[in-house]
């Protein structure tokens, strides 16, 4: 066997321990390859998806869990979360994952109590645990939720193969982390604010799509002092001029990054990262 197949049998060994499970399910590859992986262990009656729904989460995104987690016949739980209602959350500094997932879970848990299951997972991967600015993962963990792709040693390269050999139709998705993230560190974070670059996304995808640019990645984030910058595929900053950045509208002034999409750019700001792993 390969090294991703013993990787894949020690993550079925991981789920088919439970009696059942509750997957966090974000509606991306991780929590995805999760999910069908539970339902492969365990079997579909034995597993529920939890998407949690709060106005961080974009409604496409909302759309395509509910399709992907009805497609694979699990239940599919829609709970709602109240991040907003946690000031930490709502200051923004390097820790705000931490109040993400302590809500998340502080939601989860109880759910999945309900329901009768006592273990709430997650799609935490190898490569997340030793990136080291993390702050959510510590979070969750301490509330008793766990990562069966960690545990068997599954790096984000190994899920996405996973989701391909499964046939998944996430397996090519791109990353696609909450609204929240968007919002520069120490920018207070509102319902209208993670509603404005929401509505600023879709209408520069649009626009992208109307001028024939097929674009992968996309951020538009708040930089504070109502400027935007746009993030994109770094091929296609050059194609990018004043009218399609003009899509970008609730900012005062709206800015292109030369370097392209990088994921988790926003960390680049924080004065002390260190502090928060």
Known sequence: MSGLDDRLAALDAELAAAPAVLVAFSGGVDSGVVLAAAVRALGADRVVAATAVSPSLPAAERVAAHAFAVGLGVRHEQPRTDELARPGYVANAGDR?????????????????????????????ADDVRAGFRPGIRAAAERGAWAPLARAGLTKDDVRSAARRWGLPLAEKPAAACLASRIAYGVPVSAAGLARVERAEVALRAALTGAGLAVRDLRVRDLG???????????????????LLGAVTGFERVELDPRGFRSGSMNELLPDPVRYR
């Open 97 to 125: 994952c931490a109040f993400c997932k302590t809500e998340l879970v502080e939601v989860l848990v109880p759910l999945a109590a309900g329901l009768g299951i006592a273990d709430v997972v997650t799609g935490t991967n």
């Open 225 to 243: 002092g109502d400027v935007a910058r746009v993030e994109l595929d770094a091929g296609l900053v050059p194609e990018i001029g004043p009218e």
